[in-house]
């Protein structure tokens, strides 16, 4: 778990601080702001569609008498998206353009879910 923080908050700036200089070389500053931004406004725009979106599923579950568990958890993805999209990069970008895609939200959604049941698991037996 500490290996994956310090990945997370060392490594991966400096790794976005690369790419987006190599692209400013490659493709000039202004094309590359223009594409932050770009990107940023576009992954906005997304958001607040498929939020609507889950929003909306979640209210037609609730209509006919189910819970709205695969809207919820569409929606706590796309919370998590939403600052991978307005944090200026491309590595964030594409982190966060990818949680957009339904079958890889579903996707993370079974992977949370199988290391949160096998931590309860774990914890029981511990307990016992």
Known sequence: MLLILVALFIIGPIAEIY???TAAEAFGVFPVILACLGTAFLGGFLIRLQGLRAL???RADLETGRLPVDSAVDGA???VA???LMTPGFITDSVGF???IPPVRRLIARAALKAIRSHIVRREDMMR
């Open 19 to 21: 790419v987006l200089l």
């Open 56 to 58: 909306y599923a979640a």
């Open 77 to 79: 993805l796309l919370v």
């Open 82 to 84: 939403a600052p991978f």
């Open 98 to 100: 990818l949680l957009l």
